[in-house]
């Protein structure tokens, strides 16, 4: 098994206070949790390109404009992968979004069931602790 560092690009989608959060499937190792929506970057591809890819094959939405957030590294437990991860906050999207398998929490009721739980809910509340200006 290739242990080698995967980069992921994640979405922090905002709407009415709510953050988007997806709901893992049967038959994943963390079947049942919730996480901010994503995936692994392509070797020399650009972030921007990992998220806008993630978010069409996931949501069925074109990203138009995302800002960083911040970077975080973490180590899977059960597989012992070496993760880092790019966060962005998605400003503007278009297409209609494919929401089945994910869920809008507002954040006073963040799940403290989540994959990268310390890491989703971090990201979530600092997301909707800015500005509207820059939200």
């Given at each position: 098994?290739?242990?080698?560092?995967?980069?992921?690009?994640?979405?922090?989608?905002?709407?009415?206070?709510?953050?988007?959060?997806?709901?893992?499937?049967?038959?994943?190792?963390?079947a049942?949790?919730?996480?901010?929506?994503?995936?692994?970057?392509n070797?020399?591809?650009?972030?921007?390109?990992?998220?806008?890819?993630?978010?069409?094959?996931?949501?069925?939405?074109?990203?138009?404009?995302?800002?960083?957030?911040?970077?975080?590294?973490?180590?899977?437990?059960?597989?012992?992968?070496?993760?880092?991860h790019?966060?962005?906050?998605?400003?503007?999207?278009?297409?209609?979004?494919?929401?089945?398998?994910?869920?809008?929490?507002?954040?006073?009721?963040?799940?403290?069931?989540?994959?990268?739980?310390?890491?989703?809910?971090?990201?979530?509340?600092?997301?909707?602790?800015?500005?509207?200006?820059?939200?």
């Amino acid at each position: 098994m290739d242990l080698s560092l995967v980069e992921t690009a994640v979405a922090v989608f905002v709407k009415n206070g709510k953050v988007l959060f997806e709901k893992r499937v049967e038959g994943d190792a963390y079947a049942g949790f919730l996480t901010l929506p994503g995936g692994a970057r392509n070797p020399r591809e650009p972030l921007e390109e990992t998220l806008r890819r993630e978010m069409r094959e996931e949501l069925g939405v074109e990203v138009k404009e995302a800002k960083p957030l911040l970077r975080k590294s973490n180590k899977d437990p059960i597989t012992g992968q070496e993760f880092l991860h790019h966060f962005f906050l998605v400003r503007k999207y278009s297409g209609r979004m494919r929401e089945k398998g994910f869920v809008w929490i507002s954040g006073k009721k963040f799940p403290h069931r989540s994959v990268m739980h310390w890491l989703s809910r971090k990201v979530a509340l600092n997301a909707l602790s800015l500005p509207k200006k820059e939200a």
